[in-house]
Structures are given as structure tokens and as C-alpha cells.
């Protein structure tokens, strides 16, 4: 049982519609990865967060999807205005540090848009 | 930029055969490499890393890797694999400085016949 839990596992939604999942961090990790993984198994950087703090994020990421990680809290992934193009399998990952640490992964969560 | 590359796709066994999984890297500084696991619909496991020291790196369940420099190498190997070996490999770089990313190469998706 992996110790980045993830919840929804499976997410439907309609183009349009947003699409919000969540994810608690391996205890004591402060830094947190999105990523998403298509059907091809090609991975895509989201976003990174060290504590609350946005580290990094790529320009999809500014435009239709949000995130947070407050403190106490779950941190967030949601897409605004879903499209089909973005079906895939959101995976989250926590670290203790952000350079030359492992990394936990969850099980994720699969959104399909229709 | 950095490129991480599995040539196999797919690699077939049978239980008890060894294994080798290919991964090939290009980057011109010094580089953090890692392994992991992702059983079908599930996230992504951390199998072992390198970053500096001993080239060849133990992993969980009897993997290990093999670091060159040469060779811009970071092949996965088992010697007697287990059914339950079967899986998809993700071979990862990431820059020990700036970017935090991890940068994932194609998979190599394992097929271990009993």
C-alpha cells in the first residue's frame, strides 16, 4: 500500500466540466509532484510544490489547471474546463527533498473525459 | 535537455531466466538516475537509484543497476525473476541541480511466462 494516498481512483467527467482530485503526502515529505501519464505511458510534469509553496509548473498547468497544497490539508490538482485530451492518469508524488531523493508515487487517479 | 532511452519495449522471460532491461541516458552534467516499477493500474514503485559512489546500486527484491559513464548506461538486471516480476520498468534521470523533474524514459514493459 503505497503511502501517498490519492483519492478519487477513477474520475469521469464531461468536456467542460472540472475535474478536481486530491492527494496526502507521504508523512513528513514537503515536496510534491504532479504528474500526468498518458495511455502511451509518456509522463508530463505539472507542477511541484515545497511545503505551500509553488516550485515549478509548465504553461498548461497556468492556463487550465490549479493546484494547491495548503497546509493541513490535501493537496489539489483541478482542471478547470476538462477536454478529452487530457484523459489520463494523474499521478502524485512526494519526496523529503526535491534533488536526488526517491520518490513516492500513489496509485493515481484515472480521469476520463468524454 | 535531458533524454532517457529504453530501446526494448517489450522483453519476455520465463520465471527463473535472468533479466536485463535497458536504459540509456544523455546529459553532460552529473546526474541522479532511478528505476521503478508500475504494476498494471497502479502507481509507480521506487526500485533503486544512483547518484555518485559504487556504480552498481542493490534494489528491492533482488534488482540491481548498473551505472556507466561511457557507456551513458543504467541497465536493470535480476538474476532469477518471479511471475510476479511482470510489470512495466521506468527508467528516470534527473539534473542534480535546477529542475527537480523527473524525466522518464519510454518503459519497458516485462512479461515473466510461469
Known amino acids: 500500500n503505497s503511502k501517498v494516498i490519492q483519492t478519487p481512483r477513477y474520475l469521469v467527467k464531461g468536456q467542460g466540466q472540472k475535474a478536481k482530485m486530491r492527494c496526502i503526502p507521504e508523512k513528513g515529505h514537503p515536496v510534491v509532484f504532479w504528474y500526468q501519464q498518458n495511455k502511451n505511458n509518456e509522463f508530463k510534469f505539472l507542477i511541484n510544490?515545497?511545503?505551500?509553496?509553488?516550485?515549478?509548473q509548465i504553461d498548461m498547468t497556468e492556463k487550465r489547471f490549479s493546484a494547491e497544497c495548503p497546509s493541513n490539508s490535501p493537496c489539489s490538482l483541478e482542471i478547470q474546463s476538462s477536454e478529452a485530451g487530457d484523459s489520463a492518469l494523474y499521478l502524485c508524488?512526494?519526496?523529503?527533498?526535491?534533488?536526488?531523493?526517491?520518490?513516492?508515487f500513489g496509485s493515481g487517479t484515472r480521469l476520463l473525459v468524454i | 535537455t535531458q533524454t532517457v532511452s529504453q530501446s526494448d519495449a517489450h522483453v519476455t522471460v520465463f520465471e527463473g531466466d535472468s533479466v536485463e532491461l535497458r536504459c540509456n541516458y544523455s546529459?553532460?552534467?552529473?546526474?541522479?538516475l532511478s528505476w521503478y516499477i508500475q504494476h498494471h493500474g497502479r502507481g509507480l514503485q521506487f526500485l533503486l537509484k544512483?547518484?555518485?559512489?559504487?556504480?552498481v546500486v542493490q534494489g528491492v527484491n533482488g534488482f540491481k543497476a548498473e551505472f556507466s559513464k561511457s557507456d551513458s548506461s543504467f541497465h536493470l538486471r535480476k538474476a532469477s525473476v518471479h511471475w510476479s516480476d511482470s510489470a512495466v520498468y521506468f527508467c528516470a534521470v534527473s539534473a542534480s541541480s535546477g529542475s527537480w523533474q523527473l524525466i522518464f524514459g519510454s518503459g519497458t514493459q516485462l512479461t515473466v511466462m510461469p
Open positions: 546529459y553532460g552534467g552529473s546526474i541522479y
Open positions: 510544490f515545497q511545503n505551500q509553496e509553488v516550485l515549478q
Open positions: 508524488a512526494s519526496s523529503l527533498r526535491g534533488q536526488n531523493s526517491d520518490y513516492t
Open positions: 544512483y547518484y555518485s559512489g559504487n556504480p
